[in-house]
């Protein structure tokens, strides 16, 4: 799956737009679209890491990353566990 899927998958997990999620990540809204509707190929890595680094989204970093998850280390995937509270997520998944 590619990183474009996989954000988008993200945003709808968490239910947001695209909008809501560039301005949480502090990501020109701009710089989203156009990777997300395929106007570039790639992310800016500062742009990344500021969707790894958010505390709302960090659970999925492996996931984003390397297509694994952790649940002992709290890295999910969006797709396996998007009813899953944050508060809630070491009872939720053990």
């Not at 570039?40 to 890595?45: F, N, T």
């Not at 996931?63 to 998850?69: A, R, V």
């Amino acid at each position: 799956m590619s990183l474009r899927k996989r954000l988008f998958l993200i945003i709808n997990t968490e239910n947001l737009t695209i909008k809501d999620f560039a301005g949480i990540c502090s990501i020109p809204l701009k710089t989203l679209e156009n990777f997300m509707n395929r106007r570039v190929d790639a992310l800016p890595d500062i742009e990344l890491l500021k969707i790894t680094g958010h505390p709302r989204f960090n659970k999925y970093t492996l996931w984003m990353m390397t297509n694994k998850t952790a649940l002992s280390s709290g890295q999910i995937d969006p797709a396996i566990f998007p009813l899953c509270p944050d508060e809630q997520f070491i009872n939720c998944c053990t």
